[in-house]
């Protein structure tokens, strides 16, 4: 099973609106969770939950749904027991 694809997000340091990019390098569509967590691990908020195509990618625009404080922030993309993680800053 090849793995998945997180880059981004761009821009980071940020202060509203990121762009990211996912991809599934796979030959079979899974289901995949973008999920954003503060540093203490705590859920602020999931992103996305949806099925993604075989050797596809899948380009995000993200704008928070509340007011975020400064601060570093995780991104965790994940599907079938695989997981990647990106750091994120938000500056205000």
């Given amino acids: 099973m090849k793995s998945l694809g997180l880059a981004g997000p761009w821009p980071n340091p940020a202060t509203n609106q990121v762009e990211i990019n996912l991809s599934n390098p796979s030959d079979g569509q899974r289901v995949i ?4 967590y503060d540093m203490n691990g705590h859920l602020v908020e999931k ?6 195509g075989n050797e596809s990618t899948m380009n995000l625009r993200w704008t928070p749904k509340g007011t975020l404080s400064s601060g570093v922030y995780i991104w965790r993309l994940s599907s079938q027991g695989l997981s990647i993680e990106k750091s994120m800053i938000i500056l205000h």
């Fill in 47 to 52: 992103v996305l939950n949806a099925a993604i």
């Fill in 33 to 36: 969770d973008l999920s954003l």
